[in-house]
């Protein structure tokens, strides 16, 4: 069961530099992953929580690196951007961004690359054969972060993308991946999340659900800056 | 071997209307095909070459519909633009906007869909069973138009992006498709294509090479107006 703990969203930004001193890592937007020359496999991300996120930990004060895959937005004010395409790219580029004090993984990471990828276009040659794809399974960008030993940061931070059972699904995903806290949305269809302006967050932060927390329903510049609130409590 | 045609480029629009009283339709974009609610394979195509042809077109004074997958430009000034996300949702929107004199199928449609698209988000639970992607061959939209019967536009253009042997998979593939005329270019990796301002162009035209065309390379506007250059003298 759920409780709701209502967080003051209409403070705003919050006053002066609360994270000023912190490093913090961002990453955000899908990942494409390659089949061949020409065809890729994509996730459903618009990239604008992550960078709404990385903007409102800079606007307080973070020094934040933001690792994004391919997006259509522009640069966060203040914000270092490294730009990859594929999981392992980012893997590679966060892993090059650390130490941090704070971790936020909001992008939509493929889970699965295709196992070998063509060098030339595969081709429809009329011979009715059609390819099988088979895939291998990407590095897991949360999961890593979460269990690197000496040089883990203080802060992990999740995003867990549900269809169903969203607060059983991220608890769960908690649990396994090893990070502090998880931010779940519900993406089925018609909830008008990817590509969207509007997230309803389910925050879990711990192994019990009393601790569970829903945020109201807000556009996803808003939720940025109640989890950035909700990080400088943590560190305050 | 081909015989370099060359087109005079520095002519600009043409003066005047001349397709005026014409139906065009013109395909531009990538497809997207589903695996499952946040994923989905895609193409890499930006949809310039497609839209800047829509434009020089309706420039031209055609009557001219637009059918694009996802892509992140403008409107095309004057063109009535159909939106589709899928290979079978481009088919029936172009099948819709038939009867045309002139069809243009710039779009990099996908060739396979997933057989069995995911209701579901599919999951990375940790048991290692990697899923394998059953792929089925998408509606073919250029050799349908070019197979259409009474309903065949007088003119149907198809684009072939190659990574090897650029005109000999073009020629087969104009003779394959049924078509007028293939716009073939080089889209191997390096070539800067995809995504890029520039295009160069081989138009396939009949079965003899001696008739073969080879465009300088030049910005995806100049392509699209040479295109529309070349229609105008066809209907002229």
């Known amino acids: 069961?759920?409780?709701?703990?209502v967080v003051d969203f209409l403070e705003g930004q919050p006053a002066g530099k609360?994270?000023?001193g912190k490093k913090a890592i961002v990453t955000s937007g899908p990942t494409h992953e390659p089949i061949d020359p020409?065809?890729?496999i994509a996730n459903r991300s618009s990239g604008?929580?992550?960078h709404a996120i990385a903007?409102?930990?800079a606007a307080a004060g973070a020094d934040v690196t933001l690792v994004s895959g391919p997006v259509n937005l522009p640069d966060p004010t203040g914000v270092k951007v490294v730009r990859i395409e594929t999981a392992r790219q980012m893997l590679d580029a966060v892993q090059a961004a650390l130490p941090a004090d704070i971790a936020v993984c909001a992008a939509a990471v493929a889970d699965w690359r295709v196992a070998a990828e063509a060098g030339?276009?595969?081709k429809k040659d009329g011979s009715g054969v059609i390819p099988d794809l088979k895939l291998s399974e990407n590095p897991d960008i949360l999961a890593t972060i979460s269990q690197n030993g000496s040089k883990r940061p203080n802060l992990v931070i999740g995003f867990a993308a549900e269809t169903e059972n969203v607060v059983e699904h991220a608890r769960?995903?908690?649990a396994r991946k090893g990070c502090d806290w998880i931010l779940a949305n519900n993406v089925a269809p018609g909830s008008g999340t990817f590509g969207g302006d509007h997230n309803e967050i389910f925050l879990i932060s711990a192994v019990d659900a009393a601790s569970d927390e829903v945020w109201p329903r807000q556009g996803k510049d808003g939720v940025a800056r109640a989890l950035v609130q909700r990080i400088s409590r943590h560190f305050a």
Request: proline residues 4%.
């Open 1 to 5: 069961e759920i409780i709701a703990a």
């Open 48 to 50: 604008k929580q992550g």
């Open 55 to 57: 903007a409102a930990l």
């Open 38 to 40: 020409v065809r890729y």
């Open 172 to 174: 769960a995903k908690r």
């Open 120 to 122: 030339q276009k595969l």
């Open 18 to 20: 609360p994270l000023a």
